[in-house]
């Protein structure tokens, strides 16, 4: 049975040669988002759009409002960045900001019209990709990879603590 080390980094552990680093789970998640990415990119760029701009427009859209604290931490942004997106997406109309009530440092923010549509002409241009996924994958193997991968990302995050 191999241990995790070699689970993880390939059969030489750590010390491996660089050609077997390919096997490391994190160099593969990472390459597998690259994957999605380049996918994506052309699409987002005929709108003018960045993938972090996409993201936080997708979260924006399956929320009624969010504040800027929570956004950040939904869209694994980091604040200097996600003020500059925020800023971006608002000076095109794509989103709203509202000052809270109760705090003047806190910021609330929403999709608008103009930002629900460009969700709305972008997202169908990606069911190519998804259905073909379902197709190779099915939904079982998918279901399982989506719960793997939740389980990781929790066992990553609770290492850090």
């Not at 701009?53 to 694994?76: C, F, N, P």
């Amino acid at each position: 049975m191999r241990n995790s080390a070699e689970l993880l980094y390939g059969q030489d552990g750590p010390d491996q040669r660089a050609s077997d680093v390919y096997r490391a789970l994190p160099v593969k998640l990472h390459q597998t988002r690259e994957a999605f990415a380049n996918a994506f990119r052309p699409i987002f760029l005929q709108y003018d759009l960045t993938d972090p701009q996409w993201r936080v427009l997708r979260i924006l859209g399956a929320v009624e409002e969010i504040d800027t604290a929570a956004l950040a931490k939904r869209s694994l942004l980091l604040g200097p960045s996600l003020s500059r997106i925020l800023r971006d997406l608002h000076e095109r109309s794509l989103i709203s900001r509202r000052t809270s009530e109760d705090d003047a440092r806190r910021f609330f923010h929403a999709i608008t019209a103009e930002g629900r549509s460009l969700i709305d002409k972008i997202t169908p241009r990606f069911t190519p990709l998804y259905e073909r996924i379902a197709e190779q994958m099915g939904e079982d193997e998918i279901a399982t990879l989506n719960g793997l991968l939740d389980k990781v990302a929790a066992i990553v995050s609770a290492a850090g603590d």
